[in-house]
């Protein structure tokens, strides 16, 4: 075999693998052997059919698979022995390439690859990125706390409706129904807080209640199942009225909301509801800093890619997608690919890796906030182990996990490498900070009200989370695509073409 390369001017570099007959004769005389010894053709006994029957049916195949493995050995062999740094795979060079089953004496098969970019981070002269810490806003404390308390209170069946309680009702011809008064509009809710046991009081449901949602919950419906211009108005009358009555701050609170005895006075209470508050909003704070920070290396750091060899290479990995429709999306492909380029030299050296431990603890760690965190170690302990080993099995799972906790590992990396804006507030700040970045020079920051983002956890489907969400604040940006996956994109050899 003849291997031609020559070094030129550029990142697109060119590999031409020269293969002989006599590179290849050998193993593909043994293959056909083997061949005729397996195979069984009609007319002759199993491993006697003449060799010139097996060649014609299976010498070309013999030979394209042999020629398969040779470039690819090759082409790794040539990678390796020359220490050349690919961004991309290679790919094949038709018009140079030479393939001809009938005439088998030579093949040529050029490549095309790219080389890795130089890249150099200037830490030092980079943007600030803002950092932003939560400060837990009291009405969320509040919140917590409350929830804490009607988690240990105690359930009674008072004769008065307020503005706390649940309210079973019977309506209509003979339906039952319930509802929290906190579903009801402020004008309904005033019409209900008073009325006693037994009572009856005329609602128009739909406007009555806050929103479809709560509607179509009270009158056992989907939401399409609604009817149209129907107000739902019927006769209610209160069959029963629950109410849960808080359980004090004392304690026997602390000892029943805090068996582990870490919180025992309201301000180590304010403390623990702070903790949980920034526990469930920190992935969202995590996610826009390592967003920022992407953005920020991305626009600050030159990472060199050659176009129209990246267009190539995805066109020749992702074969669903055309011409025009990579031409709309190609500068968000580019980002993505400089992105793994940053992110490889950002990590270079650190301890930026998760460990099948590492997933296993995280699993362990959930399992016992979410169900045995009442319960001592020892008594749980096979238990626990039982459960991870459940989700260990889980690929999608594991996946979702480990994703999860590289990025945390990699968040934690760039803040110490990159320079810090410090900033802080509630979650009303944190999103008109957003907000603004967002919106046009000149106009005024909306202000809404706060959707809290989920806490995250590894459930069935483990995904992350998306970004927090403004009803009036922000609009999500699209999807940008990642960069398609790096299979080794070489011809595959086809001796019917």
Do not use: C
């Given at each position: 075999?003849?291997?031609?390369?020559?070094?030129?001017?550029?990142?697109?570099?060119e590999?031409?693998?020269?293969?002989?007959?006599?590179d290849?004769?050998?193993?593909?005389?043994?293959?056909?052997?083997?061949?005729?010894?397996?195979?069984?053709?009609?007319?002759?006994?199993?491993?006697?059919?003449?060799?010139?029957?097996?060649?014609?049916?299976?010498?070309?195949?013999?030979?394209?698979?042999?020629?398969?493995?040779?470039?690819?050995?090759?082409?790794?062999?040539?990678?390796?022995?020359?220490?050349?740094?690919?961004?991309?795979e290679?790919?094949?060079?038709?018009?140079?390439?030479?393939?001809?089953?009938?005439?088998?004496?030579?093949?040529?098969?050029?490549?095309?690859?790219?080389?890795?970019?130089?890249?150099?981070?200037?830490?030092?002269?980079?943007?600030?990125?803002?950092?932003?810490?939560?400060?837990?806003?009291?009405?969320?404390?509040?919140?917590y706390?409350?929830?804490?308390?009607?988690?240990?209170?105690?359930?009674?069946?008072?004769?008065?409706?307020?503005?706390?309680?649940?309210?079973?009702?019977?309506?209509?011809?003979?339906?039952?129904?319930?509802?929290?008064?906190?579903?009801?509009?402020?004008?309904?809710?005033?019409?209900?807080?008073?009325?006693?046991?037994?009572?009856t009081?005329?609602?128009?449901l739909?406007?009555?209640?806050?929103?479809?949602?709560?509607?179509?919950?009270?009158?056992?419906?989907?939401?399409?199942?609604?009817?149209?211009?129907?107000?739902?108005?019927?006769?209610?009358?209160?069959?029963?009225?629950?109410?849960?009555?808080?359980a004090e701050?004392n304690?026997?609170?602390?000892?029943?909301?805090?068996?582990?005895?870490?919180?025992?006075?309201?301000?180590?209470?304010?403390?623990?509801?702070?903790?949980?508050?920034?526990?469930?909003?920190?992935?969202?704070?995590?996610?826009?800093f390592?967003n920022?920070a992407?953005?920020?290396l991305?626009?600050?750091?030159?990472?060199?890619?050659?176009?129209?060899?990246?267009?190539?290479?995805?066109?020749?990995?992702?074969?669903?997608?055309?011409?025009?429709?990579?031409?709309?999306?190609?500068?968000?492909?580019?980002?993505?690919?400089?992105?793994?380029?940053?992110?490889?030299?950002?990590?270079?050296?650190?301890?930026?890796?998760?460990?099948?431990?590492?997933?296993?603890?995280?699993?362990?760690?959930?399992?016992?906030?979410?169900?045995?965190g009442?319960?001592?170690?020892?008594?749980?302990?096979?238990?626990l182990?039982?459960?991870?080993?459940?989700?260990?099995?889980?690929?999608?799972?594991?996946?979702?996990?480990?994703?999860?906790?590289?990025?945390?590992?990699?968040?934690?990396?760039?803040?110490?490498?990159?320079?810090?804006?410090?900033?802080?507030?509630?979650?009303t700040?944190?999103?008109?900070?957003?907000?603004?970045?967002?919106?046009?020079?000149?106009?005024?920051?909306?202000?809404?009200?706060?959707?809290?983002?989920?806490?995250?956890?590894?459930?069935?489907?483990?995904?992350r989370?998306?970004?927090?969400?403004?009803?009036?604040?922000?609009?999500?940006k699209?999807?940008?695509?990642?960069?398609?996956?790096?299979?080794?994109?070489?011809?595959?050899?086809?001796?019917?073409?």
């Open positions: 075999m003849n291997i031609k390369h020559e070094n030129v001017p550029g990142q697109v570099q590999v031409v693998f020269e293969i002989n007959k006599e290849y004769a050998a193993n593909v005389e043994a293959a056909l052997k083997k061949q005729r010894h397996n195979v069984t053709v009609p007319g002759f006994r199993p491993g006697n059919a003449p060799m010139g029957i097996i060649k014609k049916m299976y010498e070309k195949s013999i030979i394209a698979n042999e020629l398969d493995k040779m470039v690819g050995e090759n082409m790794d062999k040539f990678i390796k022995d020359n220490d050349i740094k690919l961004v991309f290679p790919l094949p060079v038709d018009d140079k390439s030479k393939m001809d089953f009938d005439n088998p004496d030579q093949f040529v098969f050029a490549y095309e690859y790219a080389l890795a970019p130089e890249v150099n981070i200037d830490y030092a002269k980079l943007p600030a990125v803002v950092d932003f810490k939560m400060v837990p806003a009291a009405d969320e404390r509040n919140n706390i409350k929830q804490l308390r009607t988690r240990h209170g105690e359930y009674t069946s008072p004769d008065v409706v307020s503005e706390d309680d649940s309210v079973s009702v019977k309506y209509g011809d003979g339906q039952e129904g319930f509802f929290f008064v906190h579903d009801l509009t402020e004008e309904a809710q005033k019409e209900i807080i008073g009325k006693k046991l037994n009572d009081i005329h609602f128009a739909r406007t009555a209640f806050n929103n479809v949602t709560s509607l179509s919950r009270f009158l056992k419906k989907t939401e399409k199942e609604l009817e149209e211009g129907n107000d739902y108005a019927y006769d209610l009358t209160i069959t029963h009225i629950g109410h849960m009555q808080l701050i304690d026997d609170f602390f000892k029943k909301a805090f068996p582990d005895g870490t919180v025992t006075n309201e301000e180590q209470l304010n403390a623990a509801a702070d903790k949980v508050i920034i526990a469930q909003y920190q992935p969202e704070l995590d996610r826009q390592m920022d992407i953005e920020t991305l626009d600050n750091t030159n990472v060199e890619l050659p176009d129209e060899f990246m267009k190539r290479y995805i066109l020749a990995v992702q074969k669903d997608m055309t011409a025009e429709d990579l031409d709309k999306k190609f500068n968000d492909y580019k980002r993505s690919f400089q992105w793994q380029i940053l992110e490889s030299r950002l990590v270079e050296g650190s301890d930026v890796q998760v460990k099948a431990d590492d997933v296993r603890g995280y699993f362990r760690q959930y399992f016992i906030d979410n169900y045995f009442n319960f001592p170690a020892e008594e749980v302990k096979d238990r182990d039982e459960l991870v080993n459940q989700a260990m099995t889980n690929k999608e799972n594991v996946k979702s996990v480990y994703d999860l906790l590289y990025d945390k590992k990699l968040t934690e990396l760039l803040r110490t490498k990159l320079t810090i804006e410090h900033k802080e507030g509630d979650f700040a944190f999103v008109d900070m957003i907000t603004a970045r967002r919106a046009p020079q000149g106009e005024e920051t909306k202000n809404a009200t706060e959707e809290k983002p989920a806490e995250e956890a590894p459930k069935k489907t483990a995904k989370k998306t970004a927090a969400k403004k009803e009036d604040a922000e609009e999500q699209e999807e940008k695509p990642a960069a398609p996956k790096k299979p080794r994109a070489k011809k595959t050899i086809n001796p019917e073409k």
